[in-house]
């Protein structure tokens, strides 16, 4: 939505933007009924998630999403990254490779589930590999592209000042390749958000999926508000703190039309 | 349209796993239980073409993801453009919009389906919410890039606030809009999915699932590479029906949508 | 430690070098029968119109291309991928720097792990000086405009403290001022480092300018037409050294020579 560098602070929006929320929920705060099992007012969802959080509901199901949240994050971004650059060094197996990769891609991420659980189970182990699945593909595609396009100039230069592979690699080839592979992580980690959440609402494996599931199912409907809530509010600071991460990492980068959406 | 040389590398990679994969199990040499030969799926997913389970489910996902889509179309590119056209609207809308885009749309299910239960309407709100994004927010930037390079032509012309909007801008931002509406296409199946999963007992989702409790994994598995098959042929559609629209406008522009 | 072209060592001996490059079936040949010599201290400049090969001449000379057929040596030693002591200045200066180091990190790239931190601050600081960009370490090539990021190449060649710069075209893309400032930052670092330098360029006036002589490059396929001794008096000056005689008389025999070569 901005152009220029991502990550400063002068690109938010006006904070008078916040009123059409504010004022919906204030409207509904005000003339919601006291308890409805459909559209419970907004203070009741804080009170529901302190119950949910005093039975022991709460605590461990958010642990439980985070974990494997950044776990399968941490996995997908090194793995992207290792053979992303691999693949892109050799285009030859990456001109092969591709359709199969690009079909991976496009596999819908809710499909997987059943198939892991049709292989797998329901083991914890399968949260993980389901979410790596669908994180590692936008970094390992986006790896691979920016790895065979490196810079051939830079490379001669690399030759004439007499560096190794080594050398090479890590002075010229992964600097050159951090935009794209940042740009993977962009794209995987509200993916990574939603797998997890989906696959812990389909399996019943611990977590925020499987506890809002089973609030809806026992109409504990102002619970469910307040869980919705959480998961925006987690799903606003992890995307917050990958803009300042981006933003710090990509500040000695030359400012490059900052891409949204 | 550039010559398309066949990947050959490709389809032998392709072919080979298949290949490998039915030896695999034929011989035994893989342990798991429930992964069936291609051969076997293969044979599965004929057998729901022939019972015509197939058409059924394929076509309650289909007319949900049109309509969802439809609507998200409708609504994403309307705010789009009145965001991108008008800086009032974004100064008092923009940040409650930044706040709501985070939140994952699947975390809507559970609150439709308390509103709503088990109904094509729920499937419909949570396709609508998370399709309308992409539509949304391509549609004001493109709109936005434009707005500003081509106001003083409008100005120069003496065109009015509408001729501006209807010849310049939206001609301009087409290709943004155009990719916009196809990243939502694609999100807009797989939210169908997912309702359909958990929420919608009908459609190509439900259907994945109930195989699977039913054991079945050769139907399952034909199921889920049908919905890839479904995914690729959708997003392939819109790029032709896409390049088409943008065919007065230069290659590089059209190539990318 | 200046030499004006009349030391008894060779740096560069080129006999009936010859490039071919498959192309669409067949093959092409970029340059053909090349014979130059380089002696050690002296500017010499290598001009020719484009399509003349002058890209390929560098690459070979380089080390980053292999010929086909012919001999290349360098101090004595046959060319097989890129010479010590030799670097290259290439033409796009955006591309061939590190845009995401600072300046001091790009000058110090060939230094790093071959010699100390010490050292490596010294001859950073020394080459900055040289090209006039002291002060400007902490800056980011993005921020710098073309004629500036083009010294940081040389700054980042100069702090190898090279035996030879073979420089690309190095001023092409630059307006006509800069260029004029950086040719005589050129015949400064030459005077002060008594480095070899092999020039080449499609300007004529420049060639003259700053060379002790001049090649003549024909072609396509690329050859040496004819080599001409500059006989002009250093120190050179801009407007003074453009207007003598001599150097017209330079630059009409290279512009007949050019005209010859292309036809002939």
Request: charged share 15%; aromatic share 6%.
């Amino acid at each position: 939505m901005s152009s220029g560098r991502p990550g400063r602070l002068s690109d938010l929006p006006p904070l008078r933007g916040m009123l059409p929320l504010l004022v919906l929920l204030g409207t509904w705060q005000i003339f919601g009924p006291e308890r409805s099992a459909y559209f419970p007012r907004p203070d009741t969802w804080w009170s529901a998630l302190a119950a949910a959080s005093h039975a022991g509901r709460l605590g461990p199901a958010l642990i439980a999403t985070l974990a494997t949240f950044g776990i399968s994050l941490c996995v997908a971004c090194m793995a992207g990254a290792a053979l992303g650059l691999l693949l892109g060094r050799v285009p030859a197996a990456r001109r092969a490779l591709d359709p199969l990769l690009e079909f991976c891609r496009g596999l819908p991420p809710p499909v997987i589930v059943p198939v892991a659980v049709l292989l797998l189970g329901y083991a914890q182990g399968l949260k993980l590999l389901v979410v790596v699945w669908v994180g590692v593909w936008p970094i390992l595609l986006n790896v691979a592209a920016a790895a065979g396009a490196v810079e051939p100039l830079l490379l001669d230069v690399a030759r004439t000042f007499h560096f190794g592979r080594g050398a090479t690699l890590a002075k010229i080839v992964l600097p050159a390749v951090l935009p794209a592979f940042l740009l993977g992580v962009r794209i995987a980690l509200p993916l990574s958000i939603i797998v997890t959440l989906l696959v812990e609402m389909v399996t019943m494996l611990p977590g925020i999926g499987s506890l809002i599931v089973s609030a809806q199912r026992e109409y504990r409907s102002a619970e469910v508000y307040g869980l919705l809530g959480l998961i925006g509010v987690i799903g606003f600071c992890l995307n917050s703190v990958f803009v300042l991460i981006e933003g710090t990492i990509l500040r000695r980068f030359p400012p490059l039309a900052h891409k949204s959406g | 349209m550039r010559a398309r040389r066949v990947n050959v590398p490709g389809l032998v990679v392709i072919a080979g796993l298949a290949a490998v994969w039915e030896m695999a199990v034929r011989s035994g040499a893989i342990e798991f239980d429930y992964l069936p030969a291609p051969s076997a799926i293969v044979g599965g997913g004929w057998a729901l073409i022939a019972s015509g389970d197939l058409f059924v489910e394929a076509a309650h996902t289909l007319y949900a993801v049109w309509l969802g889509w439809m609507l998200a179309v409708a609504i994403g590119s309307g705010l789009g453009l009145l965001l991108g056209l008008s800086s009032a609207a974004r100064t008092y809308l923009q940040a409650s919009l930044e706040l709501l885009r985070p939140l994952p749309a699947i975390a809507f299910l559970p609150v439709a389906l308390l509103i709503f239960n088990f109904s094509l309407t729920t499937e419909l709100v949570v396709i609508v919410y998370a399709a309308t994004w992409p539509v949304f927010m391509n549609t004001m930037g493109g709109v936005m890039a434009v707005a500003s390079r081509l106001h003083d032509v409008a100005r120069t012309l003496r065109l009015t606030r509408a001729q501006a909007v209807a010849n310049i801008v939206l001609p301009a931002a087409l290709p943004a809009i155009v990719v916009g509406c196809r990243l939502s296409l694609g999100l807009s199946l797989v939210m169908a999915i997912i309702a359909e999963m958990l929420g919608n007992p009908h459609g190509l989702g439900h259907a994945i699932m109930s195989e699977l409790q039913a054991m079945q994994p050769e139907r399952m598995f034909a199921y889920v590479i049908i919905v890839g098959i479904l995914a690729i042929v959708l997003n392939a559609g819109l790029r032709r029906v896409g390049a088409y629209l943008l065919r007065g406008h230069p290659p590089e522009v059209a190539e990318h949508v | 430690m200046r030499g004006h072209g009349r030391g008894s060592e060779n740096v560069f001996e080129c006999r009936g070098l010859g490039l071919e490059i498959p192309h669409r079936g067949t093959t092409r040949t970029i340059v053909k029968d090349l014979s130059l010599d380089v002696r050690r201290g002296e500017f010499f400049s290598i001009v020719g119109a484009s399509g003349t090969g002058k890209t390929s001449l560098v690459r070979l000379l380089g080390g980053l291309m292999r010929a086909t057929c012919g001999s290349l040596v360098c101090h004595g030693v046959t060319v097989d991928g890129p010479p010590p002591d030799v670097v290259v200045v290439f033409q796009d200066y955006s591309r061939a720097l590190l845009q995401w180091r600072c300046v001091a990190a790009n000058v110090a790239l060939g230094l790093e792990g071959r010699v100390s931190a010490g050292e490596t601050e010294r001859r950073v600081t020394e080459a900055l000086q040289l090209v006039g960009l002291d002060g400007h370490g902490r800056d980011y090539p993005w921020q710098l405009s073309g004629g500036m990021q083009q010294r940081v190449q040389i700054a980042r060649a100069l702090a190898l403290r090279p035996q030879v710069l073979l420089m690309d075209e190095p001023f092409a893309a630059l307006d006509a001022m800069t260029k004029a400032s950086l040719q005589d930052e050129m015949l400064r670092i030459h005077d002060r480092t008594g480095a070899s330098f092999v020039f080449i360029t499609h300007d004529i006036e420049e060639a003259i300018y700053l060379g002790d002589r001049v090649a003549v490059l024909g072609g396509p396929p690329g050859q040496i037409y004819t080599t001409v001794p500059i006989d002009l008096p250093r120190p050179r000056e801009q407007v003074a050294t453009r207007q003598m005689p001599t150097f017209l008389a330079y630059r009409a025999q290279i512009h007949a020579a050019i005209g010859d070569a292309r036809s002939g």
